[in-house]
């Protein structure tokens, strides 16, 4: 079975730009949640989507967006990039939520300059 | 708000020893704690997960142990080897999506 697949892998934008990242889940997957890793700040949670409706959202502006498609499929969008954006972006996939194990892709390392 | 510490940041110690990385938590109502793998530059490799209801999980060489109560839990490695050099990160899930909450890490280094 294939694991969480995320496009593109690596990026470079320009401050002011925006950009969109893609997260294909495991087969059969129905919730995509999306993470922010810095070295200052960690891991911390950007949003989650379960059968195309957002459950949980993170405390993030609202230049951070996403969306899920009904092939369980995830988009998640920033748009006016700053600086500050740059981090690796990890979507993590499961089964359902309540207590099913999450599952990780390799991740969308964001560069803005 | 969920607060979750890894002691310690990091760690280096020869290969074969025996290692607990510790994780503790603010708030004992928890759904489950995972425990993750990290190598540089790459994603998270889901290594244990413990629901709230059980007290350890065991994989191989690795042991996951949870006290709930106290906002505690343990990872031990046991016969460590060089592969095992990575970062360890401990996340719980204390709500009814799929939210988690992660500590810092503990950065592994194992000596040949």
């Known amino acids: 079975k294939a694991g969480v697949t995320q496009t593109p892998r690596y990026l470079i934008k320009t401050r002011g730009q925006q950009v969109t990242l893609s997260c294909s889940p495991i087969?059969?997957?129905?919730?995509v949640s999306w993470y922010q890793q810095t070295p200052g700040q960690g891991l911390q949670f950007l949003f989650e989507?379960?059968?195309?409706?957002?459950?949980n959202k993170g405390n993030f502006p609202g230049r951070f967006s996403g969306r899920q498609f009904s092939n369980s499929r995830s988009e998640m969008n920033v748009s006016t990039l700053e600086l500050g954006d740059s981090a690796l972006y990890l979507c993590?996939?499961?089964?359902?939520?309540?207590?099913?194990?999450?599952?990780f892709g390799p991740g969308t390392r964001l560069t803005v300059t | 708000k969920q607060e979750v510490t890894q002691i310690p940041a990091a760690l280096s110690v020869p290969e074969g020893e025996n290692l607990v990385l510790n994780c503790s938590f603010t708030?004992?109502?928890?759904?489950?704690l995972q425990w993750f793998r990290q190598d540089p530059g790459k994603g998270l490799t889901s290594l244990l997960l413990i629901q709230s209801s059980q007290r350890e999980q065991t994989s191989g060489r690795l042991n996951a142990s949870l006290d709930k109560s106290s906002g505690r839990s343990t990872l031990y490695i046991a016969a460590s080897q060089p592969g095992d050099s990575a970062t360890y990160l401990c996340a719980v899930k204390d709500n009814a999506g799929n939210m988690l909450t992660f500590g810092g890490g503990t950065r592994l280094m194992v000596k040949p």
């Open positions: 993590a996939s499961s089964f359902r939520t309540e207590s099913y194990e999450q599952y």
């Open positions: 087969s059969g997957h129905r919730s």
């Open positions: 989507y379960f059968s195309e409706t957002q459950r």
């Open positions: 708030d004992s109502a928890i759904y489950n």
